[in-house]
């Protein structure tokens, strides 16, 4: 594959990434970790929008299904997990510019997520400590919040604890399915799947599938086997890029990338260009962001770049290219990676 990089904006400690539809056209969100922006750049035109000035803080960002314009994201996450005031915000795209309203207030919010199942939308929440103090204690397990969602997307007037010691649950990754949308989290009890309910009043399904501590996880069938590996960043924004095989109910390990990448953090699993992929990137040392693939010799890993030091990284598929969407918090960038075939 052929990978094309292009620079769309410079932002200190460029963190959160996401796309939004605004008048049809793709909108490339970045948003950064420290105080600062967020910002709106048009797929199509390069245009670039302040969605806000701040107060930044930015973990996750949303949109809202089936909606033009409109997404969730969170604030007030700060550096060195100063959380205590996190809260979600709704933002809509007028044609004066982008209205910011506060959606939610929700301690310690890192990671939440807008699933599907037959026809209902649910709101989850992963909550990274259950601490009162301003700063995040790790002896003060997080937990997940649900709760069904209005067809307005109104914000929950109740949320339901669906797990408990959820020890930093900072790893988080969804795969849209036809019939539903599962989540999958990790925190240093390991990784767990988590499917919404068939209906607003019945129960979440958690099902723990590793017991490793995990910062971060990704599924996608790489060996194209018919059953999906998972990748993951082990311990604690750890140095270890690991895949896991379905053997049977349990998981088995089947690589490791084979050289510690100190500070791992972006991770992403699913199709480039055809072919299913691991991505991933780490924020110190070298600051590699890498590709991972199969092949009937095994295993292979790909050098994309050094010394960026990517946060979050997304994929836009398309017919003549794909877009790698990234965002690099060392060195203050965000980014695109357009990826072609390979010509003879």
């Known amino acids: 594959m052929q ?15 996401g796309t939004v539809p605004v008048e049809g056209r793709t909108n490339y969100i970045f948003a950064t970790d420290d105080t600062g922006p967020c910002y709106a750049i048009d797929a199509q035109t390069g245009r670039r929008e302040t969605v806000w000035d701040g107060p930044g803080g930015t973990m996750s960002i949303v949109p809202l299904p089936g909606q033009d ?15 205590l005031h996190a809260r979600i915000v709704k933002l809509v795209h007028t044609h004066s510019g982008w209205t910011v309203t506060p959606w939610l207030e929700l301690p310690y919010v890192h990671r939440f997520d807008i699933l599907e199942r037959n026809g209902s939308f649910y709101f989850l929440g992963c909550i990274l400590s259950s601490t009162k103090e301003e700063q995040a204690r790790w002896d003060a397990p997080g937990y997940l919040v649900a709760a069904p969602l209005r067809s307005d997307f109104a914000p929950p007037a109740y949320l339901e604890v669906i797990a408990q010691d959820m020890p930093r649950n900072h790893g988080y990754c969804r795969v849209d399915r036809p019939q539903y949308t599962p989540a ?3 925190c240093d009890r390991g990784v767990f799947a988590l499917t919404p309910p068939p209906a607003p009043s019945e129960p979440w399904e958690i099902r723990q599938l590793l017991t490793v501590p995990a910062s971060d996880v990704a599924v996608c069938d790489i060996d194209g086997d018919g059953a999906e590996e998972l990748a993951t960043i082990e311990p604690f924004h750890g140095d270890a890029f690991v895949l896991y095989h379905a053997d049977g109910s349990a998981y088995r390990e089947v690589y490791r990338y084979p050289r510690p990448a100190p500070f791992l953090h972006a991770i992403w699993g699913g199709s480039l260009r055809g072919k299913p992929v691991f991505l991933a990137g780490c924020r110190e040392a070298d600051c590699e962001f890498f590709l991972v693939s199969h092949s009937q010799a095994g295993y292979t ?32 960038e965000g980014a695109v990676f357009f990826v072609k075939e390979d010509r003879p």
């Open 3 to 17: 990978f094309t990089k292009q620079h769309l904006c410079d932002l200190p400690y460029c963190y959160a990434v």
């Open 301 to 332: 890993s790909q050098i994309i770049e050094s010394g960026f030091g990517p946060s979050n990284v997304t994929v836009i598929p398309g017919q003549e290219q794909d877009t790698i969407l990234i965002a690099n918090r060392q060195s203050h």
């Open 184 to 186: 999958y989290v990790a």
């Open 69 to 83: 314009g409109a997404f969730l994201a969170s604030q007030r996450f700060m550096p060195g997990f100063a959380a």
